[in-house]
């Protein structure tokens, strides 16, 4: 019987059926991508539209009852009222901020772990810091700023014969054993701020870094260390009872907690830089997550009653800002703060 014969297959359909083969997996390929480009948005979408859906960590270079640990905690309750979310502050201290800022640079950008830091961990460190694991400006999403830029004190214990700061001068100048002061670490904005001094005024003083500003405080109050530059929180009991006497501040304007004392540039030793408090998040947080937060912010320091309780505990609200205003003011203090460290010759080896 007879049977059609096969046709033969000539290398020409062979390649433009493998064309239409791949040409289909090629377009299956792009397909799939795109929907689950299109899944992963509007997965994305929903969290930002739910944000927050769990508790937020907010974690801090500093120890308990430091200006920054107080300050967090105020607006770490009142995010929680506003976010309806726990916002639970983790005190992260130690190697002045490195370890709570690189924790914060590696965490996924999702507004679950944010940063709440002073200046120096973004100013300071990347002057004076071989190998910093973190860049300032790369690594974080400003979100918000709660504190108006002040200064930190330097003040003396109470056995120390001086009132001001060219009697303090003086007298570390005719001094004739080692005089010391403590700060709360290296390559904080109090060590540079007497860095400075010294090189300014030609003066020798030995620096004992502490952990905490509130250590420093202590100690400094105790007798054990004659010199020291702290906060505006935790010098307060000290100064008020007698104990430590404040001689300068090391910001453009006089402290609230201590409105006698004349700043440094007051007093003839040029000295502008502030030291100030802000939120920051990982590289990469969303539009719409650090809009809410800074939204939120924003009415905690426009809220009478909220802005009265940063006054109880001698602190000063800023005025309601935006991320971009944030970024600016990094970006410019960043390179102040860089002279500051030329001048006093602490710059990374």
């Given at each position: ?153 330097l003040a003396v ?105 004349p700043t440094m ?85």
């Amino acid at each position: 019987m007879y049977r059609h014969a096969r046709p033969l297959r000539r290398n020409g359909d062979s390649n433009m059926s493998s064309q239409h083969t791949g040409a289909r997996r090629t377009r299956a390929t792009r397909a799939a991508l795109a929907a689950a480009l299109i899944l992963a948005g509007a997965a994305s979408a929903h969290a930002e539209a739910t944000y927050p859906s769990k508790p937020i960590r907010m974690v801090l270079p500093s120890g308990a009852g430091t200006v920054t640990d107080q300050t967090a905690r105020l607006v770490a309750e009142r995010l929680t009222a506003g976010l309806k979310q726990p916002v639970v502050v983790d005190n992260r201290p130690g190697a002045n901020g490195i370890i709570a800022s690189e924790t914060v640079a590696r965490a996924a950008p999702d507004g679950y772990t944010l940063l709440f830091t002073y200046a120096a961990t973004m100013t300071v460190n990347p002057w004076t810091t071989p190998s910093l694991p973190y860049d300032p400006v790369r690594d974080f999403t400003p979100i918000a700023r709660p504190s108006q830029p002040g200064g930190n004190l330097l003040a003396v214990s109470a056995e120390v014969p001086v009132r001001s700061l060219q009697e303090l001068i003086a007298y570390a100048r005719a001094s004739k054993t080692e005089l010391a002061y403590c700060s709360w670490g290296v390559g904080s904005g109090g060590h540079l701020a007497m860095e400075y001094l010294k090189a300014k005024a030609g003066i020798h003083l030995r620096h004992i870094p502490y952990k905490t500003a509130t250590q420093c405080s202590n100690d400094l109050a105790a007798g054990h260390v004659t010199i020291g530059i702290t906060d505006a929180i935790s010098s307060v009991p000290h100064l008020k009872s007698g104990r430590i006497r404040g001689i300068a501040v090391s910001g453009p304007e006089r402290l609230l907690t201590a409105p006698d004392v004349p700043t440094m540039s007051q007093q003839g030793v040029p000295f502008q830089q502030a030291s100030w408090v802000a939120i920051f998040g990982p590289k990469g947080v969303p539009a719409p997550i650090v809009e809410r937060l800074n939204a939120e912010v924003n009415r905690i320091l426009q809220t009478p009653a909220d802005r009265a309780k940063f006054a109880a505990m001698n602190l000063q609200p800023a005025a309601p800002s935006s991320p971009a205003d944030l970024g600016k003011l990094l970006s410019a203090d960043l390179a102040a703060w860089g002279e500051v460290v030329k001048v006093a010759g602490l710059q990374a080896k």
